[in-house]
């Protein structure tokens, strides 16, 4: 049933895409998630207040403290990335500005994904 | 809207009536959460931008995190990260609300106002205990 649509329809992608469900469901999941880890990021930032280089680079290197940052990373990233979505939608009504900022939000996420990992792995791994 | 919906048969613009929109109601709580719920999703992600720049700053070297704890140790830096700091627990128990109000639980009136004065206050409670917890770690008293 959720292949009614023509192909032409779909590559349109005019109307309801059915993925409402499927965006309210990860907006609360990724919502969950964010608390405990929101929490402990709230929780080592102030712990770290003022710290320099080498404490605040040896605390992000612990293998467990890594994995924290970058599950956080991961769950806050999809988490934003699904919120302004819904905010461009409701605020942006032309097609191709509505196209080019949901396309913008991707990359911005990405952006924000990537080099956050990628600074964790390195303090890490090194 | 289309171009077409708006017009009658003879071409001429109809004038649609128009929905009340938020200047026309009184001001309830509610809907001052619900936009500031809204409004500190949109800070929080642009907010991540410090956050990526005090990693990499810790990944790249000792000069680019000094240069990040200037920028962050200035008035202005810790007023923007005070407000961070608000946003996120703002938002995180904006989330909270919906989460019980998700359940079907809470839609009595009165127990929609104790919720929405709960995640009023709370995040501000949180907010300040955390900036007194981080000014002691500094060592300021």
Avoid: C
Avoid at chain 2, 66 to 79: D, H, K, N, P
């Amino acid at each position: 049933m959720s292949e009614m649509r023509t192909p032409l329809s779909r590559v349109r992608g005019l109307g309801s895409a059915k993925k409402g469900t499927e965006h309210f469901w990860l907006q609360r999941v990724t919502a969950l998630a964010n608390i405990p880890l929101a929490v402990f990021f709230v929780s080592a930032m102030v712990a770290h207040a003022g710290a320099d280089y080498v404490t605040v680079t040896a605390f992000l290197s612990r293998p467990i403290v890594a994995l924290v940052m970058l599950l956080l990373i991961f769950s806050m990233v999809w988490h934003m990335r699904l919120g302004l979505q819904v905010v461009i939608e409701d605020y942006i009504h032309g097609h191709m500005a509505k196209l080019l900022a949901l396309i913008l939000n991707t990359f911005f996420a990405l952006a924000v994904g990537t080099s956050s990992v990628l600074a964790i792995l390195k303090l890490t791994l090194a | 809207m289309s171009d077409t919906a708006d017009k009658t048969v003879n071409g001429e613009t109809r004038q649609r009536p128009l929905s009340p929109h938020i200047q026309i109601y009184r001001w309830t709580l509610t809907m001052f959460l619900s936009i500031l719920h809204r409004a500190t999703g949109v800070a929080l992600y642009a907010g991540t931008l410090l956050l990526v720049w005090w990693l990499m700053a810790a990944a790249t070297g000792p000069e680019a995190f000094a240069l990040f704890q200037g920028v962050a140790g200035s008035w202005i830096g810790r007023l923007v990260l005070f407000g961070y700091t608000w946003a996120l627990f703002h938002h995180m128990f904006g989330g909270i609300k919906h989460f019980i109000w998700d359940t079907g639980a809470g839609f009595e009136l009165s127990a929609v106002e104790w919720i929405s004065r709960g995640a009023t206050v709370i995040p501000i409670l949180l907010t300040l205990i955390s900036w007194v917890l981080a000014y002691k770690f500094m060592g300021a008293f």
